[in-house]
């Protein structure tokens, strides 16, 4: 079975610049988390959905992030504008069942 | 802020040796589970413990829960250069609601 997969792996940008993060599910897993994991931190999570509806985005910086779940598969997370604290690992993470959850490699953002 | 509290926040131990990782958390929860997360990689799920169960074994690994001290910990036996990665605490409410891990505890099992 395939894992989450997520790209870019790295990205790199300057303050006020724009960034988007792309997220491909397990297929099948109707429920999808993105989270931000700042250096030496546990993950943070920023949204789920439930299909293609939001479920609980009540940590997403709604003023410069936004999500979208189009179809009820892939998922993409945009930043705009980027501030310098948004550096971070940004994790997908998928689950059929509300328990154990399946992550992807993550993307790494670097705001200079 | 977080509601799981890793402890401690850096372990190293030798090859062979067993590590000990403990948990704390301050709300009711339903599920409680164990992550591990290797340097540069994606979280990996390693055991989930219910509310109602005090100890779960999974290979290597034993996790007890005690919901009266709102704590968990994570026994990893005969510990190989491999378990060498980060391992988080996430604990979770009512299904569906959000899972909320902990800060982790680096471990380094050194050859």
């Known amino acids: 079975e395939a894992g989450v997969a997520q790209s870019p792996r790295y990205k790199i940008i300057e303050k006020r610049q724009s960034v988007a993060f792309w997220c491909n599910p397990i297929?099948?897993?109707?429920?999808l988390y993105w989270y931000q994991q700042i250096l030496g931190q546990g993950p943070k999570l920023l949204i789920q959905?439930?299909?293609?509806?939001?479920?609980?985005d009540s940590q997403l910086p709604k003023d410069r992030f936004s999500a979208e779940r189009l179809k009820g598969v892939d998922s993409t997370l945009k930043i705009q504008p980027a501030k310098l604290e948004d550096s971070a690992v940004y994790l997908c993470?998928?689950?059929?069942?509300?328990?154990?959850?399946?992550f992807g490699p993550g993307t790494r953002l670097t705001v200079t | 802020s977080q509601q799981g509290e890793e402890d401690p926040q850096a372990l190293s131990i030798q090859e062979g040796e067993n590590a000990t990782m403990n948990c704390s958390y301050k709300?009711?929860?339903?599920?409680l589970q164990w992550y591990r997360q290797n340097s540069g990689r994606g979280l990996v799920h390693l055991i989930l413990i219910r509310s109602n169960e005090r100890e779960k074994h999974s290979g290597r690994l034993r996790v007890t829960l005690d919901t009266s001290k709102k704590s968990s910990s994570l026994l990893i036996t005969a510990s190989r250069a491999a378990d060498t990665a980060s391992y988080f605490c996430?604990?979770?409410?009512?299904?569906?609601?959000?899972?909320?891990f902990g800060e982790g505890t680096q471990l380094t099992v050194n050859p």
């Open positions: 709300t009711s929860i339903n599920n």
């Open positions: 959905f439930q299909n293609n509806g939001v479920v609980d």
């Open positions: 996430a604990t979770d409410g009512p299904s569906g609601s959000r899972l909320t």
């Open positions: 297929s099948g897993h109707a429920t």
């Open positions: 993470a998928s689950t059929p069942d509300y328990h154990e959850q399946y």
